[in-house]
């Protein structure tokens, strides 16, 4: 009869290793590439239904859905680069307006759309619930 191994805790000295996703996340940036279409007033939907932070108060996690709604100039962002930014947020501690904002502030840096909206739509957490908005137009 075989034993199955047994696996090994890391010592409390010794961090973990990270994971391949978390070493993703960690790297990750806002990626982009040139606009197919350059001149031509499009619209790109983006919905990210699994945003999450927490709270700089208490400490408990806070969720929502963030929602991307942009125009492109030139450059237009990466899906999966997105996904990865978005994902870094899960052990910040960051308000629900600093978060939106902050979003906001790190798309137009990388893609300098003609015009965008951020909407963070919060899973209600003590019976409020929260919508933040924010936009930039050139």
């Known amino acids: 009869m075989s034993k199955s191994p047994i696996q090994q805790q890391p010592s409390p000295e010794t961090p973990p290793e990270m994971k391949y996703g978390e070493r993703e996340i960690a790297e990750g940036q806002l990626i982009t590439f040139p606009n197919p279409r350059v001149g031509r007033r499009y619209d790109i939907h983006i919905t990210l239904p699994e945003f999450t932070c927490k709270c700089p108060f208490s400490g408990y996690p806070d969720f929502a ?37 902050q979003i906001l502030d790190d798309f137009v840096a990388a893609c300098d759309p003609l015009e965008v909206t951020i909407k963070g739509d919060f899973t209600p957490r003590g019976n409020v619930h929260t919508v933040i908005e924010v936009r930039h137009q050139k």
Request: aromatic share 10%; net charge neutral.
């Open 65 to 101: 859905t963030i929602h991307v709604t942009y125009v492109p100039n030139e450059r237009v962002v990466e899906l999966k680069a997105i996904k990865l930014y978005i994902n870094s947020y899960r052990d910040r501690y960051i308000s629900h307006e600093e978060s939106v904002n």
